[in-house]
C-alpha cells in the first residue's frame, strides 16, 4: 500500500511521474484481482516493467497500434476487467482519438486511458510528444471523465480512485523527475470534486497538474504584494466542480486559471464555458501553453519560455489585477 | 443442421430488410445488408451459441458487426431469432429509434457494440476474445468485417495482434462483395488476394461461397487450427437476392420506393 507522507512524497517526486504510475498500477494489482494493463511498446516508459514481471498476464502490450490498443482495452472492459491503456498523450488522446470516442464515450465502456508525458514535459523529444491539445480534445467528447493529477502523490490517488469508477475516463500526467511536490500527507481525494489548497480574498487560482504546485508558489509571491490569493486544485477537468466556480465568483475580483496545456479549450476553457452565462462574474485570466509549437527544451525551460513559472504566474495576474481594478 | 430451415430463415431475413427499407422511408444500405444475409442467417440460426430470449447469458457467443452499415442484415437476424420485436422492428430510423443506420449497443435487443466507424469491431473482438481466454470462458467470438473495410490500417494492427496473441477463439468473416461506397473495391484500392493477406499474419484462412449455407456452415463450425485465429473470406455479392440490386453500387445506400420494394418483394417471395 502506498502511503503519502513527507518521506515517501520527497522519493515519489524524484521519481517523477511515469515510475510512479508504475508504482501506482503494480500497488493496485495487489487488491484488483480483474486489472489489465495494455501498453503500445511503451511499457518500460510508463514505468511498468516491474508490474510486467509481476504480473505477467494482466499486462498486454498491443505492439505500437494504440488505435487498437484502445479496442482490445474496449473489448476486455466490456467483459468486467478493470483496465489501464498507457501511451504519450498525442498518441493516444489523437492518433487512438477516434477509438476513444466509440468505445469509451458512444459505449462508455469502463476504460482508463492514462496519458503520458503530457504537457511539455517530454522535453527534447520534442513537440511530436507534447500533450499540448489532450484534455481540450478529450474534454469534448461525450461520457468522457477528465482528470490531470497535480503531483506524484495525487497520480496514487487517481489511480486508485480510477479503478473504483465506473467509466470511462482519461488520465493525463504532466511532470518529469523532480516534479514539485504538493501533497505531504493523507488527504480525501474524489474525481470530480476540486480541492482548496488556499483561501484567497480577492483571488481565485484554479490550476491542475503541475501547475498547482506553481500556482500555491504565486499565491505566496502575490501575498508579499498585497494581494489574498486563493488556490483551487481543479485535479478533474471534466466533469467541472462548478461549485467551486460558484464560490469563487462571488468571492473573487479576478479569476486565474493555470495549465500546463494550450490556452484553447483546457481547464481554463471549462471555466470560461461556464462563467460565461453568470451574471456579474469577474473577469478570467487563462494562463497556459500559447497557442503555437514552440522550441523544445528541458521541462524547466520550456516553462519558464512559456510564462508558467510562480513568479511570471505572479507577475501575469498582477498586471492583470491592475487592469481590472484600473 | 438443416439447411432448409436456414434458408428459409435467410429469405424471411430478406423480406424484412426489403420491408423496413421501404417503410423507413429514408434511404438505408440495402446493398450491404443484402449481402451479409446468408452468413448471418448460418452464424445465429446454426452456428453460435445464442439464447434469443437471454440476450446476457454470459456464455453466449458473441457476435460483433465491425462493418455497421451492414445493420439491415444484422437486425433482421436478430428479428428472425425473435430477439428484436416486430414493433420495434418497425421503428428502423424512425426518429428517435433504437435502430438506426449503424447499430448502437443495445443488450436487450441482441446488439453487442455499436458501430459504424469502420475499422474498429476486431480490435475489439480482440478485447473479447482475449478477456475469453483469461476468464477462461468457453465461447466464441465472430465478426463481420467489409472487404472495403480493409482499407483501414487499424484492422491491420488487430489482425496481428490476434494471430500475436494466439487467439484461436476468435473468428473473422469477411463479407467480400467487392464493392465499397464509391464503387469497386479493385479500382479504388486493390486488396490483392484477401485470403492471402489475412494467411500471411498468421490466421488460419479459407475462402467460401457467402450464399452456399451449407458450406458457410462446414466453414464456420470449423474452428481451425489451434492457436490460432480464423478468417472466412465469404465471397458474396452485393444486393444479393433482388436481381437488380446485384452486384452493382446503386443500393449501396439508397432508398426503396413503392414502385422497386414492389418488384423486389416478388423477387424474394419466389425464391
Known sequence: MLEINARSARQWSRLGSRPMLGQAILSLAETTEDLMVLSADLGRSSGLSRFRNAYPDRFVNVGIAEQNMIGVAAGLAKEGFVVFATSFAPFLSMRSSEQIRMNMGYMGLNVKAVAIGSGVSMGFLGNSHYGIEDASIMRSIPNLTVVSPADCGEIVKTIFAAAKYEGPMYIRLTGEANIPIVYEEDYHFEIGKAITLR???????????????????????????????????????KPLDTSMVDKAVASSRLLVSVEEHSVIGGLGGAIAEYKTALQNAPPQLIIGLPDSFGTVGEHRYLLEKFGLTAGQIAEAIINRHDDVLS | MN????????????????????????????????????????????????????????????????????????????????TIPDEVMATFQANGSD??????????LGIESSNGSLGQGLSM???????????GGQYRIYVLLGNGECNEGAVWEAVMAASHLKLDNLT????????????????????????????????????????????????????????RPKVVIA????????????????????????????LAIQEVSES
Open chain 2, 125 to 135: 473482438a480482440v478485447g473479447l476474445a482475449l478477456a475469453a481466454k483469461r476468464k
Open chain 2, 235 to 262: 465471397d458474396t455479392i452485393k444486393g444479393k437476392g433482388v436481381s437488380f440490386m446485384e452486384d452493382t453500387n446503386d443500393w449501396h445506400h439508397n432508398r426503396l420506393t413503392r414502385k422497386y420494394y414492389d
Open chain 2, 172 to 227: 473473422a468473416i469477411v463479407d467480400n462483395n467487392g464493392f465499397q461506397n464509391d464503387g469497386d473495391s479493385c479500382t479504388i484500392l486493390d486488396c490483392g488476394n484477401v485470403e492471402e493477406r489475412w494467411a500471411s499474419f498468421g490466421w488460419n484462412a479459407c475462402s467460401v461461397n457467402g450464399h452456399d449455407i451449407k458450406e458457410l456452415y462446414r466453414v464456420l463450425v470449423d474452428r481451425g487450427a489451434k492457436s
Open chain 1, 199 to 237: 483561501e484567497g480574498s480577492e483571488i481565485t487560482i484554479f490550476a491542475n497538474g503541475t501547475m498547482v504546485y506553481e500556482s500555491l508558489e504565486a499565491a505566496k509571491l502575490l501575498e508579499l504584494e498585497g494581494l489574498s490569493a486563493g488556490v483551487v486544485n481543479m485535479h478533474t477537468i
Open chain 2, 3 to 82: 439447411i432448409q430451415r436456414i434458408e428459409e430463415m435467410a429469405t424471411r431475413m430478406r423480406r424484412i430488410i426489403l420491408d423496413i427499407s421501404h417503410s423507413c422511408d429514408h434511404s438505408a444500405h440495402i446493398g450491404g445488408g443484402l449481402s451479409i444475409v446468408d452468413i448471418m442467417a448460418t452464424l445465429y440460426g446454426a452456428v453460435m451459441q445464442y439464447d434469443s430470449k437471454n440476450t446476457t447469458w454470459k456464455d453466449r457467443d458473441r457476435f460483433i458487426l465491425s462493418k455497421g452499415h451492414g445493420a439491415l442484415g444484422y437486425y433482421s437476424a436478430l428479428a428472425a431469432m425473435g
Open chain 2, 99 to 108: 435502430l438506426t443506420s449503424h447499430p448502437v449497443m443495445n443488450l436487450p
